[in-house]
């Protein structure tokens, strides 16, 4: 296999594979057999590349191949009379339409977030279909069992399917009851680029999020979560030095900081905030309009996720409160909170805010074991090596 061909395989898959994966769900109405011949296009293009050249088109050749592939096993099933399960009539398309379909990533992302699946179906089947997690990697995020993660993705997918739910975006009247998954999704795809640094899925996370707030001028909570990106992406370029490493939020060079996208996201805070009574995303982009002031005002901050937790209560959420309290009332303080907080035992940011509160109260001893703990949990190596460096300060006499 050339190196050439198997990284242009590699490429194109990475930054277009839910644009494929989208215009072969509308084309065949099916997850899994969009997902099969999406595979098996890749599985071609990795033996016939080599041979050949790369094609000057290879994303339209992969769509192509994989939707031939998908409508041969249609065609086989048929003439087995072994018909797919509900599986519709595909539909007749050009190479030249499936390639120029337009954003259908947004009709995918409210197909996947349809109110006849369940909440934690709906993310999961998102990140998963839109942003290219792996069941692992959402199974962490959710905290729970890799197995039961990836029989939840096939229920989802073949509810899809079963039932008939249609590839679009919904008719205005439809959007309000599908907004909360919409945005959900949305912010954990932001949210595990920005804790990977990587820029590409964070950028779409926002370009997504801009399009759902136009296709929805009067929901706050819509542009709340843009202002929340934006105000988070502004500082991306300050949190990982040169080398790689972390730089925690107080030893940012605030330099760094993109004044432009701060402007913007506080323009479309103001606009979230005057429909008035804020939701979680809109008090979210509060809190992180503060971090971007100088200094922070740790007690306001304190008193905005005591008003988030009434709304939205989440482990997560406890725990940032928590380190605000820290903050504002002293590390003891902060710590009591921590030591209260259930259901984040695997969560390497739990034990790594408390190891620093341990540390701040000279519990050496405390705070060694549970920096081991944050240590073996992370999965980032910026994480991991800035968990190492904190060790090594501790151990050394």
């Excluded at 209560?313 to 928590?322: G, K």
């Excluded at 002293?330 to 030591?339: T, V």
Aim: negative net charge; aromatic residues 6%.
């Amino acid at each position: 296999m050339s190196d050439l061909a198997s990284a242009a395989v590699e490429r194109v898959y990475r930054e277009h594979r839910s644009r494929m994966l989208a215009a072969l769900v509308r084309a065949l109405g099916d997850f899994e057999l969009a997902e099969d011949a999406l595979q098996e296009a890749c599985s071609q293009a990795l033996r016939k590349w080599p041979r050949s050249q790369v094609p000057d088109d290879p994303f339209a050749w992969l769509l192509t191949v994989a939707r031939n592939h998908a409508l041969d096993r249609i065609r086989r099933a048929k003439m087995a009379r072994t018909k797919l399960p509900s599986a519709p009539e595909p539909v007749a398309m050009t190479e030249k339409q499936l390639v120029d379909l337009g954003d259908e990533r947004l009709s995918l992302i409210f197909t996947c977030c349809h109110p006849a699946l369940g909440e934690d179906a709906r993310l999961a089947l998102t990140l998963q279909a839109v942003a290219g997690f792996t069941a692992a990697q959402i199974a962490r995020t959710f905290l729970v069992a890799e197995p039961a993660l990836a029989q939840r993705l096939v229920r989802a997918k073949r509810k899809i399917r079963d039932a008939g739910i249609t590839f679009e975006v919904p008719a205005d009247h439809l959007l309000p009851e599908r907004l909360q998954g919409v945005l959900g999704v949305l912010y954990l795809i932001f949210t595990r680029g920005y804790t990977t640094a990587d820029a590409s899925l964070r950028l779409e996370a926002l370009r997504l999020g801009k399009l759902v707030a136009t296709l929805m001028p009067d929901e706050p909570e819509a542009h709340g979560l843009v202002a929340l990106m934006l105000l988070h992406n502004s500082r991306s370029a300050a949190r990982i030095s040169s080398d790689g490493d972390l730089v925690l939020f107080e030893d940012q060079d605030r330099s760094l900081w993109n004044v432009e996208e701060i402007s913007e996201g506080m323009a479309l805070l103001d606009r979230a905030l005057r429909f008035g009574s804020p939701g979680p995303y809109v008090l979210h982009a509060v809190i992180a309009a503060l971090h971007v002031q100088d200094p922070v005002d740790w007690t306001r901050v304190t008193a905005l996720y005591a008003e988030l937790l009434a709304v939205a209560p989440t482990p997560v959420i406890e725990l940032n409160h928590a380190v605000a309290v820290a903050m504002a009332d002293g590390p003891a303080a902060g710590l009591s909170l921590i030591d209260g907080i259930s259901g984040l035992d695997s969560y390497h940011l739990l034990h790594s805010a408390r190891a620093d509160l341990l540390r701040r109260l000279d519990r050496r001893s405390e705070a060694v074991a549970a920096y081991r703990l944050a240590h073996d949990l992370a999965v980032t190596p910026a994480d991991r090596r800035f968990l190492a460096a904190r060790l090594r300060s501790l151990e050394v006499p």
